[in-house]
C-alpha cells in the first residue's frame, strides 16, 4: 500500500474479514489519523486474479471500479459509506470505508481469503453465529 494510506490511515497488519466477489476482498481495521474515527481498508491484491485470463480480469476490475464510484456517490444510512478511493496501482485496488466488522460472506461462514486458522476469527464474527 501506498504512501497515502499511511498519511491519513493507521491500519491494522492482519486482515479481519473479507468480501466481494469470491470473497477477493481483504478488509482491514483501521483509524483515521485526523480524526480517530473507525475506519476499514478494503485491498484487492491484483495477484489473486492472475488465474484469469486477462479479458476475464479487466472485466472484474472494470466493474469493481464502477462499484466503488457508485457507492461513494450513494448516502443512504443502509448502505456502505466510502470515505476514500485510495489507490489503485500495478499491484492493488484500495480503498476506505465506514467500518465493518465482517462481511455477509463471512457471516455466512464463507472464511475464503480471511488469514490463517492460527488467528482467531474476529470476536464480532463469532458472537454474530
Known amino acids: ?7 491519513k490511515y493507521d491500519k ?14 481483504k478488509i482491514y481495521r483501521a483509524t483515521v489519523k485526523s480524526t480517530g474515527e473507525p475506519a476499514s481498508v478494503f485491498v484487492l491484491d491484483l495477484d489473486d486474479l492472475k488465474s484469469l485470463p486477462k479479458n476475464e480480469r479487466e472485466q ?25 478511493v485510495l489507490e489503485e496501482n500495478k499491484k492493488c485496488l484500495a480503498f476506505v470505508a465506514e467500518r465493518v466488522s465482517f462481511s455477509l460472506a463471512n457471516a455466512l461462514h464463507r472464511y475464503q481469503n ?11 464474527l463469532v458472537e454474530f453465529r
Do not use: V
Open 12 to 25: 491494522e497488519k492482519i486482515h479481519t474479514a473479507s468480501g466481494g466477489h469470491e470473497c477477493l476482498w
Open 60 to 84: 472484474l476490475l472494470d466493474i469493481f471500479r464502477k462499484d466503488i464510484r457508485a457507492l461513494r456517490e450513494l448516502n443512504h444510512p443502509y448502505i456502505l459509506k466510502i470515505y476514500d
Open 114 to 124: 480471511l488469514p490463517a486458522r492460527e488467528q482467531p476469527l474476529p470476536k464480532e
Open 1 to 7: 500500500m501506498g504512501n497515502e494510506l499511511t498519511k
